[in-house]
């Protein structure tokens, strides 16, 4: 084991190497990018191999191709051995950004096949990421996981069944696994983003307040994650208002929101973190 005492503290290259999940695009690809200049070697990680590939030999040496599907998870620790092998370094920062996003209504019926991926992707392949990566960080008493939720997962917001849902379990899994990994040297963050512009926010028909550009969220996030406090949400004007209908009695909650939504529209998978 290191010689580092238990309290945990924010990863630096010199540790290791970072593990991006969703790193095909979207916030991913901008927290890829905001890495490197920061000197990290980053395992990248998504399902399209060929982004991943043409990612790694536009940054040879710093960007390992690390392809697989979050919800393998019999792959994820192939995947990372693979990773930490060809780098010679174990995994010191996971930020686990993979997922998917999927408008849902309740109006004509509950779609249980969008609920249902939206909970494999965003909750349990998370689950998966932090169960491959865990054992080596724990063994080492040094490391970091990034766990990215989003605002919706404050409260149900219309339109977010299958998502608000998942997304409010990653918050409650990110707190859960503090108590327990604050003991073992490794240091837990929630990241929940607000509206970004990226390939999937690009499809939404709907007014998005306080739209952020992806390399700004990226941005906030790496910051965030070196800070080392708990929880990185942004923008901080959108937080600060979910936050405040978060304490508000359902009495005043459900009227509020409903006036200021739009009706819920079609249904259409989306793989990416980078909306609300």
């Not at 930020?95 to 779609?111: M, P, V």
């Not at 963050?189 to 990226?198: D, E, K, M, Q, S």
């Not at 004007?237 to 200021?260: E, Q, S």
Request: proline share 7%.
């Amino acid at each position: 084991m290191s010689g580092r005492p238990a309290t945990p503290v924010p990863a630096t290259p010199a540790d290791g190497i970072a593990w991006v999940t969703g790193a095909s695009s979207g916030i991913g690809l901008a927290v890829v990018q905001r890495l490197l200049a920061g000197g990290w070697t980053i395992a990248a990680t998504a399902r399209r191999a060929d982004v991943l590939a043409a990612l790694a030999a536009a940054h040879p040496g710093r960007v390992i191709a690390a392809p697989a599907d979050i919800t393998d998870a019999a792959a994820l620790p192939v995947a990372l051995a693979a990773a930490e092998a060809a780098a010679g370094r174990p995994i010191a920062l996971a930020i686990l950004n993979a997922g998917i996003y999927e408008r849902d209504s309740a109006r004509t019926g509950l779609d249980l096949g969008a609920f249902r991926a939206q909970v494999e992707v965003n909750l349990l392949g998370t689950a998966n990421c932090v169960a491959a990566v865990l054992p080596g960080m724990i063994a080492r008493q040094v490391g970091q996981i990034g766990i990215v939720a989003s605002v919706a997962g404050y409260r149900g917001l219309p339109g977010t069944i299958g998502y608000s849902a998942a997304k409010a379990a990653l918050i409650a899994m990110a707190e859960a696994l503090k108590f327990d990994l604050d003991r073992a040297g490794v240091m837990v963050n929630l990241i929940a983003p607000g509206f970004v512009r990226t390939p999937a926010t690009d499809r939404n028909t709907f007014p998005m307040p306080f739209l952020m550009e992806a390399d700004a969220a990226a941005a906030r996030l790496v910051r965030g994650l070196s800070s080392g406090r708990f929880e990185t949400t942004f923008p901080r004007r959108f937080t600060f208002l979910l936050k405040l209908l978060r304490v508000l009695p359902y009495r005043l909650y459900f009227p509020i929101v409903a006036r200021g939504t739009y009706s819920p529209d079609s249904s259409r998978r989306r793989r990416s973190s980078s909306s609300l």
